[in-house]
């Protein structure tokens, strides 16, 4: 198992240069869920038919959060992302599923844009139903695929 | 089940009006998981006693994201944080438990400053280590504790 | 007429020291008018009867600039706002108009709180139907009423 | 009239995919009018034949919001602008007229760069000086000019 | 000598407590001196006679630092500063001196505000006359009085 | 001696156009000094051989902050930097020493990014240490080197 590449020799953390890689088009996807009780989701879809709904504020928030990932992340890369795009399905039973993918062209990949996305968009839902249902759950944040870079192609294997 | 309180009549999202609520201590605990490898936990922590940490990394990165909460959550309040504090724990098997505790003298609570601060101490995890194991996977992000607000305390009943 | 509260006596700008002003409850409401073609308009009026919509969009943007105010306009002070509202409506012709109310319980108003969170609200309508209409036009950004402050009642004489 | 290309086919907004748009040298001018009193517009001008002024504080607000353009807009791509110029001059009766210049070397357009700055630097002056002319309205906010894209050169009929 | 109070018990950095404090007003000032060969400071104050000028950006970019404060240092706290003042003189050779003043009312004071507050003022004239004079030293950053806080009053010895 | 590239004719300042300059890979070096009582440093010293430590959390600093320039500096560039890199060493008597490195490829240089790193980095020194020693002064933040632009290189003469 190699070093991480965040830290250097001594110990110390470091932004990675990556001023020797290429830039190329890259791409990766994510996903959360976020689990509540059946009446929860019940709720979003409901407003979901009308005008205003929590998906669309959290999308939104998705976003947004997308484009700030340089500033959460520590030793993420400022990157001029090219598309962010957010889904959201039902997952069994009363989970809500929300899929991001993030595209770029740069020297260096857009996991952390994916994943920040989605958990944002994911802590939005929270926000917007806790008055109603404070036990909701955020859980399998993770890297589905990611594409374009040195490291080559990687996916994940369906499992879950 | 009571009404959404982020979206009023129409449907339309707002930031909910707390200006008549009083001002009090406030205090909201949340945690987060991440899985990783056996080997991934055990670089974390050999890193760990030597001098910089991915622990460190992430807990600053949590920190000053709690204090961004309001930016990132589009309905949130903006709050001015008494104080902020992130531990962390092993959590069974080769898991990392972040567990954080956000305190404001405000009229509004700060659940989402928790739990926002355990989601990007926890997605810095993640980007610290991604070189060595991208399947990682973020979980359990949820309320812990609440109180001081007037809807009472809140405690999550043991579980898992 | 007075001075001009910003500058002092050398004239540097300065942000007013408000320390020994009453903490108070305090309202400020704004407006802003996007001009646009019928078309553009109903197509707007269309969207938003389906799901995402440019209003919902536009409404968020405003209630995220608003709490970003104070590091937009350059002698702002930050302000923990008590809520944030946006409203929109038909304003005759094929006019779009943008109504904001911005609540506060602090030692300074949110006037311009309200006015920035209807000048990006309309921005971002722009944005969103720039598309297909390049020649929109955002006009009439003015305050219509502020309530709380030391300086007594201010309402704009109704007129247009 | 097409598509408004912010909304993703299901009506979910999205950041528009610009990876397969080329990389150009693209310019957008902006404008925006602030109609005051006499005796405001006065005080400006004689306030900007001293050391510290209005204008320049109004100047300097619509740069740094130039900048912040793609975290106000929330569909707006972040991009590493080139240059951005404000100049002003009066427009007429009372009113101060602010134009705005935005150039970039990038594979979207400026125009939400240039008009935010037009906005940003309206609500400063009427920041600098509502203490004395709380009437002041903000109009006329329209994009004047775009070249360099796709979509080919825009400019603006003079009408008024 | 006493721990420092960023660090708990177990060395982890955290945002200390502050809501045990009682609120008052608070005010702390803090100075820095740009060194520079005669003739760029010739030319920053020939500058300054006439319309822009090097000074005023500089004003604004501390003013608007100081409220960003939370943002930058990682563990200080949020504060809805009441008074930011900025000045500027000329401290002996060829020497400009800034000293800010930052006043708020709060649980914790205001020393990061105004040293951070004096860094950027002083930054933005390097910035600004940087293509003249790549030499310039920033220098003597440091706190000269505080008030207001629970430790009492501290005033640095004149001795430079 | 040139003009000052900030301001244009009128005395305008602006954002200058780099449009015309060509991409290259260019990087900056900058340092600064905390001068502090040798009990300070010994206790930096100590807690840096522990787990959690101020060098730490002034390195996260800095490195976040150089990607937040352009938002602090009003008339500088946004640039999506390569790498950015902190080192301390001890500066002969009780003073600690910062050196920054950025790299960019871009059609400008990161010469403020270096010291904007630099000066946040020992901000944050001062903040960790402020409750033991409140007499610390920040000096000698100054640019070392500075290559890859069409100014060719610079490196500051070693004097000191």
Redesign the interface.
Known sequence: ????????D??????????EKPVT?RIARAEAVVEMQP??LA?IQD???????????A???G???A??T??????????????????FDTAGGASLRIETQV?????TGV??EA??AA??A???V???????D??????????LE?SGGRSGH?E?EPQL
């Open positions: 198992m190699s070093e991480l590449s965040h830290l250097a001594a110990g110390a953390s470091r932004m990675v240069d990556v001023s088009r009446a929860t709720l407003r979901s038919l009308a005008k205003g709904d929590v998906l669309e504020v999308r939104l928030a976003i947004m959060a484009k700030q340089a500033h959460l992340i520590p030793l993420c890369h400022i990157l001029p992302l090219d598309a962010v795009q957010i889904d595209t770029v062209t740069a020297r996991e952390m994943l920040t958990s944002v994911a802590l939005t929270y926000d917007m139903c806790k008055s109603v404070k036990g909701m759950t955020i859980g399998r944040i993770r890297l990611k990687y994940r």
